[in-house]
C-alpha cells in the first residue's frame, strides 16, 4: 500500500505535535493508559494470581491498586494525573464498548474470571499471529459470556454479543502503542481514502481488518517520519488520522479527548464515496452501486432477489457495513429458516439456570428487539438488520405485529408485546435488507401483504462482475471462456425451465477456476443444484452438462 503524507500537512503536524497542547489532548492520557495496562499484562502481574482481580477493578472504572502492578511512583502520579479510566471507556468505543465494563466484572464474581484472564494474556502474546489474536480473543469472551447468561448472570437488557473491535484495539494499542493503533473506523477509512487513495476498506475476519488497519497506521508513521515529523509511535501517527478527520467532517475545533465521555460523533455517510466503494468491492457499475445506495437510504425495507450465486447476501452485507460506517453493534445479520419463530425473532420465553440449578423462565428479547433498543437510545445513528432467506421462514409466524409496525413506524405507532406486555414500535433509524432465493418454491409463501412493505431489488447472473472478478484474481485468461459457458448454460435453462432457476456467476468466482476447471465447478457446485430442479430428468441434464463443458 502506498501512503503519502502532503507535506503541508506534515509540516503543520510536526509544529502541533511539539507544543503542551497536543500532549495533552492528545498523548498523555494514552500514554498513561498504556503505563497501566503494560503493568497489568505483563509477567510477573499476568502470571498471577491477583490478574484477574484487577482486571475487574479496571472494568468495574476503579484503577487498580498500582503499587501491587509494580508500577514506579513517578508512573503512578502521571496515570493518576489523567483521566486514564475514562479514556479507556472512550477509546473502546465510547458507547459501543461500554459493555464490556459491566458483564467482564459480572462474569469475574460468577467464577469466570480464570477464562477471562486467560483470554487477555493469549490477546497480548506476540508470538501468535495478531489477526488470529484478536479473533481467538472475540470468540472467547463470547463463550465466557455466554457462560454468564447460562448462569443466570445477565441482566434481561443485555445483549449477547462478539466484544466490539474498538476494545479490543484499545487493550492492545494500550498495551503496545509501538505496534498496535486505537480504532475509529470512521476517522482510518477518511485515512485511507486521502493518504493511500485507496476506497476500499479492509475486509475478512474482525482480525484481519484490525491487521490491515495496524499495518495502514504504521504506513502512516513511516511517511510522517519521512517528512521530518518526530513521530514517538503510533499514538502520533494514529493521532494524526484522527485530526485530519475531524478537521474535514467538524466545522468548529474538535473538543478534547481527554475530557469526551463517550465516542466521538462519526460524520454523516457520504452516500457518492459508499456508491464507489460498493461498486468497487462488488465489481458493479457505479451507476448502478449509486442507484441501489440511493434506494436503500430512501426506504426502511428493501428485498433482494434473484436465483442462487447472484451476490445478494454479500451485497447486502457490504452495503449494511458500508451505511453504519462499519461501526460495531449498528448492523445485526440473521439467517431465516424453517425452524426460526417469533420467540427468536421479536420476544420469547426463555429457560434459565439459576444458582442452585433451579431452572426458572424469563422474557427475553430476540434479535429484533434489541437492536431495535439500541435504536431508540441512539437516535442520531443509523441501524441495519440483514435478512438472509428471508422466505424460508414461516415469515407471518416470526414477524407477528411487526408486519403492521414495519409499514407504521415510530412512537405514534407502538403495539403490544404478548409475552412481557411491553410496548415497542420500530424505530425510524432501522433500514432491512432482506434476501430472497427465488429458486426456492417457497417464494409462494411471501404474500402480497409482506412483499408490499418491501422495494424489490431484482439480482440476475452477470458475467461482466464474474469476469472482473476473474481478472482481478489473476485468471483474466480464463475469463471469457467461463462467461460463455455460464451464458450457454443459462440460456439452455431458460428455456426448460425459468428466469428464477438461472445458475448464478459467484459459482465460477473461485481462487482456482483456471486450474480445477469448469469440471470442478460442475461436479461440486452446478449438478447439486440443478438435480434438484430438473429431478429423474437425466437426458436434459446431460445435456446441460456438455453445454456447460462444452462437450463436442
Known sequence: ??????????????????????????????????????????????????????????FSQALPDLSRMGVS????????AHPTLSALANLSGGKWGAAQFTWIPRAIEYGLGPKVGEAFKELVDADVELSSRVDVFRDRLYEVSAELQA???????????????????AMLAAFDPGRYTFYSAGALQHGYGRYAGASVWPTGTAGKKYAAVCEFVQGIADALAAGGVPVADLIDAQSFVWLSFGQSTQPTPKPSNAQAAAQPTIAAPDLDTIAADLAEEVYWPLSRAQQLVGLVHRWGQVLFQGPPGTGKTFVAERLARLLSQDQEGRLEVVQFHPSYAYEDFVEGIRPVVTEGSQLSYEVRRGVFLKLAQLARENADDDFFLVIDELNRANLARVL???????????????FRLPYSGDESYVPRNITFIATMNTADRS??????????????????????????????????????????????????????????????????MRDDLADAGLQAVWEEDVE?????????????MAALRETFLAVP
Open 443 to 508: 417464494i409462494a409463501l411471501v404474500d402480497a401483504a409482506i412483499r408490499r412493505r418491501f422495494r424489490h431489488v431484482n439480482f440476475s447472473p452477470d458475467t461482466a462482475v464474474l469476469k472482473a472478478w476473474l481478472a482481478d484474481h489473476g485468471q483474466g485468461n480464463f475469463a471469457e471462456t467461463a462467461a460463455a459457458r455460464l451464458n450457454a448454460l443459462n440460456q439452455q435453462l431458460l428455456e426448460l425451465l425459468d428466469a428464477d432457476r438461472l445458475i448464478g456467476h459467484t459459482y465460477l
Open 1 to 58: 500500500m502506498q501512503i503519502t503524507v502532503p507535506a503541508e500537512e506534515a509540516t503543520a503536524f510536526a509544529d502541533f505535535i511539539a507544543t503542551d497542547e497536543y500532549r495533552r489532548e492528545e498523548r498523555d492520557y494514552k500514554w498513561a493508559l498504556h503505563l497501566a495496562v503494560r503493568a497489568l499484562l505483563t509477567p510477573p502481574v499476568s502470571d498471577s494470581t491477583d490478574l484477574v482481580e484487577l482486571l475487574s477493578e479496571l
Open 400 to 414: 407477528g405485529e411487526l408486519l403492521y409496525a414495519l409499514e407504521y413506524r415510530g412512537p405514534e405507532h407502538t
Open 151 to 169: 448462569k443466570g448472570g445477565f441482566e434481561p437488557s443485555w445483549t449477547l454479543r462478539r466484544v466490539a473491535l474498538p476494545f479490543v484495539a
Open 73 to 80: 511512583q513517578a508512573d503512578r502520579a502521571f496515570i493518576s
Open 528 to 540: 447439486p443444484v440443478l438435480s434438484e430442479h430438473l429431478y429423474n430428468q437425466r437426458d436434459e
